[in-house]
């Protein structure tokens, strides 16, 4: 059990989503930095897919109710467990009465904390992450206020030494370079001209402030234009996928994208890239480097191998203490 | 039919020929059944003339996929889905429908008369998207087939009847929308997260309006 001490309509509760709801017109959601949520889950031993909690909004401040095994992972901020600090990517016991505060990151835009057992509230539509557009799922459907009690499923606590277990990997998190991100080609990439192709991958795209868990609008110096104008059928789309509307200013999709939609596809952005993407902020510029579908795949294939690894590593040691 | 990569994992399938085909939409239908039952296919979004797979690319190939994609679909016959049919009374114009002056002037009808179309079709649900519970209805009158509007409202309310590029549709909850108001539905809720079937619309229903 855990109490919520700040009011943050943004911090919401999100586990990886509810894929098999998109049929029914509802966005797929979950984790906007999948990757972040996994490896805390992975840290307290979770399933990764668990249910944790996003933080978007700072500072955050959370008190136990109960002893509980917690991490946090993403965005690396100042954390503290009263008054303690905890280094980034790291797993700890919390004792009844203790407060968690994560402060506002140094890089990056979403930190998450999960907890031994994920937070238990409903399942709905086959997930329990928080839609706030629809207004179901997660805590009441809406973002967490000061006072909310987060019910957590009871587990046996997993073993942690005295001062916590943490990774050594971190994940990476956006510096001052301009990032490359991995497009898939997509239905009318073809259809756009070819200074639209050469502009797509030779101009930097900056993120306007248009930039939510449905989607980030783009701003580039020359806009990408199609060879003749399309007009569409509305069609199925998933996070990643990168619309270009007819002012030629791109859009991409994100977790909480709306399910269908008839603007020109130019390409699709690998998983991993997008949970990179997630932690950037307006004004930050990205580059897009085209891709065929076999380097997508062994790109997708290496890092999920990574994360695997990881999970077992995490796990051999936690056995270690067991039988220390 | 074409097929296009929409993700590493995901193809989307486009059978469109042009404008909007309900044949078309009934082999889609008939497509969309069979496919979940397939080895790797995960998830599919049925589109308007079009439909969205992602598939299990950890132990399939995208190429065996695609194979079968396009032999499933040469057979695919039209599906008749025994419909439901639901009658939804509408309050036309007024401050629930303030396009109808509109779509009145473009179409060069009177209200009345636009009133008396949009009433006398008989609608079905062509594929459920956008926002949770949203069907899109075919059937509109050639007459009533008028382009979106050229800025979208940032909020329309709920239970709004619209009409929007060839399409109708009763709105599921508040959501910024570039379709014109016709009036407001006097109907039990469209979507209900908690309930087995969540959506009231299902593809192939069949939708009538009345004038309230």
């Known amino acids: 059990m855990l109490e919520v001490l700040t009011n943050a309509p943004l911090n919401t509760v999100q586990d990886m989503g509810r894929p098999t709801a998109v049929p029914y017109g509802v966005s797929c959601g979950g984790a906007m930095d999948r990757d972040a949520l996994m490896l805390g889950n992975i840290l307290v031993g979770n399933d990764p897919g668990a249910a944790g909690i996003e933080i978007a909004f700072f500072p955050f401040r ?33 004792q009844a009465g203790q407060t968690l505060i994560i402060e506002v990151p140094k890089k990056g835009m979403r930190s998450y ?22 207004g179901f799922g997660g805590f009441k459907g809406r973002g967490l206020q000061k006072g909310d009690v987060l019910p957590c499923a009871k587990v046996r606590l997993p073993p942690i030494p005295p001062n916590g277990l943490g990774l050594s990997f971190r994940p990476p998190m956006p510096g001052k370079e301009v990032p490359e991100l991995h497009l898939l080609p997509a239905a009318e990439y073809d259809a756009f001209t070819e200074q639209a192709h050469a502009c797509l991958v030779n ?15 783009l701003e580039g110096e ?21 619309q270009v509307p007819p002012a030629g200013q791109p859009i991409i999709q994100m977790a909480d994208a709306n399910t269908c939609g008839g603007y020109p596809k130019i390409g699709v952005i690998i998983e991993p890239d997008l949970s990179f993407l997630s932690q950037m902020a307006p004004g930050a510029h990205v580059k897009f480097r085209v891709i065929d579908h076999a380097q997508a795949l062994a790109r997708i294939r290496t890092h999920r191998q990574h994360m695997r690894t990881l999970a077992q590593q995490v796990a051999t040691a936690k056995t270690c203490i067991i039988t220390q | 039919m074409r097929i296009s990569c929409a993700g590493a994992d995901a193809f989307l399938l486009d059978m469109s020929e042009g404008a909007f085909q309900d044949a078309i939409q009934k082999r889609i239908w008939s497509l969309a059944r069979i496919l979940p039952e397939q080895p790797g296919i995960k998830m599919v979004i049925p589109g308007a003339n079009n439909l969205l797979v992602t598939f299990d690319d950890e132990n399939h190939e995208a190429h065996d996929i695609r194979r079968m994609l396009h032999m499933l679909w040469a057979e695919a016959s039209a599906d008749e889905i025994a ?20 779509v009145a002037g473009v179409t060069g009808l009177s209200e009345s008369e636009v009133v008396a179309l949009h009433t006398g079709a008989m609608y079905r649900v062509a594929m459920i998207g956008y926002s949770p519970g949203f069907g899109y209805l075919t059937g509109v009158p050639p007459q009533l087939a008028i382009p979106r509007r050229d800025t979208p409202r940032l909020a329309v309310e709920p ?36 309930a087995a079937d969540p959506c009231m619309l299902r593809a192939g229903d069949i939708v009538r309006f009345v004038s309230a």
């Open chain 1, 222 to 242: 020359t806009p990408l234009t199609t060879r003749q104008p399309l007009s569409l059928l509305s069609h199925g789309v998933m996070p990643g996928t990168v």
């Open chain 2, 83 to 102: 419909p439901r049919e639901l009658v939804v009374p509408v309050t036309y114009g007024g401050a629930g429908g303030e396009d109808l002056p509109y």
């Open chain 1, 62 to 94: 959370v008190r136990f109710r109960k002893n509980c095994v917690f991490a946090v992972t993403g965005a690396p901020a100042q954390v503290t467990l009263d008054g303690a600090h905890l280094p980034p990517c790291w797993s700890m016991m919390a």
């Open chain 2, 159 to 194: 239970k709004s009847v619209c009409l929007g590029g060839g399409f109708t549709c009763v709105t599921p909850s508040r959501a910024p929308s570039g379709w014109h108001i016709l009036g407001k539905a006097h109907c039990p809720d469209l979507f209900d997260a908690t």
């Open chain 1, 113 to 134: 904390l999960t907890l031994a057992g994920g937070v238990d509230v409903p399942i709905v539509l086959g997930g329990r992450s928080t839609d706030i557009k629809a």
């Open chain 1, 203 to 217: 101009q930097p795209w900056r993120i306007t402030t248009h930039a939510n868990r449905v989607g980030f609008r």
